[in-house]
């Protein structure tokens, strides 16, 4: 067993076991005219991250490890889409209306699709999830079972929405959760910093936070 530099102290790095997931890196979030700018948000923010993730994955990819892409969207049908999350508030565009990029947030429209740079190589699991978190309603945790995965490290947007919510459903789960710092973003840049504050407080009780370079440096690849 190796250790990534990390705070609140190193994290204890088991090569047999450890694999990314890349949080919803999709085109609804990250680039202009999606489903994250019509909620008056800067995509711009997200839009700087890609190549950091981009160099992650390649990590990954180069030292043989898994990296699982996680994508927040719901069936065409909308079954899956409580009312109270798509009836909230009085957006300009509410989940499965149609948007510039096909209906919001809806499995197989151009928005839902993860963007071209981080796009999934064949083979690679693609987890689409109805919730903010990752293990809610889809069959990550039978992966992670049948591939003997114990430790995850997370990259992908948003910070404090999907990300802290996959990182304490995982850590409720006996994953061990590693936060990329510079591969992970919020619209809100008080509160990246407060979910990092959150997630390594108290002795790393939701989880730890390093840098993809430090990630990188443990997978020496
Ligand atoms: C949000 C996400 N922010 N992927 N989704 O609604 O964080």
Redesign the pocket.
């Given at each position: 067993m190796g250790t990534v530099t990390a705070s609140p102290f190193d994290f204890p790095f088991a090569r047999d076991s450890i694999a990314l997931i890349v949080?919803?890196m999709q085109r609804d979030?990250i680039e202009p005219g999606g489903f994250g700018a019509s909620l008056g948000n800067d995509v711009s923010l997200l839009q700087a991250i890609v190549p950091t993730v981009a160099r992650l994955i390649a990590g990954f990819r180069a030292a043989g490890l898994p990296v699982i892409h996680t994508r927040?969207c719901h069936l065409p049908d909308l079954s899956d889409c409580p009312p109270a999350k798509r009836l909230r508030g009085s957006p300009s565009l509410r989940i499965g209306d149609q948007g510039p990029m096909g209906r919001v947030l809806i499995a197989g429209e151009p928005g839902a699709d993860i963007i071209p740079e981080l796009a999934p190589l064949p083979g690679e699991p693609v987890i689409d999830k109805p919730g903010?978190g990752a293990f809610h309603a889809t069959g990550l945790m039978d992966f992670l079972e049948m591939h003997g995965i114990r430790q995850l490290v997370f990259a992908g947007?948003?910070t404090e929405?999907?990300?802290q919510t996959t990182m304490r459903e995982a850590n409720d789960r006996g994953y061990d959760c590693l936060l990329a710092t510079d591969a992970t973003e919020s619209y809100f840049p008080a509160f990246k910093q407060s979910a990092i504050d959150m997630i390594t407080a108290q002795g790393a009780i939701v989880g730890w936070a390093t840098t993809t370079g430090a990630v990188l440096e443990a997978l020496d690849v």
């Open positions: 949080i919803d979030f927040e903010k947007v948003t929405v999907c990300v």
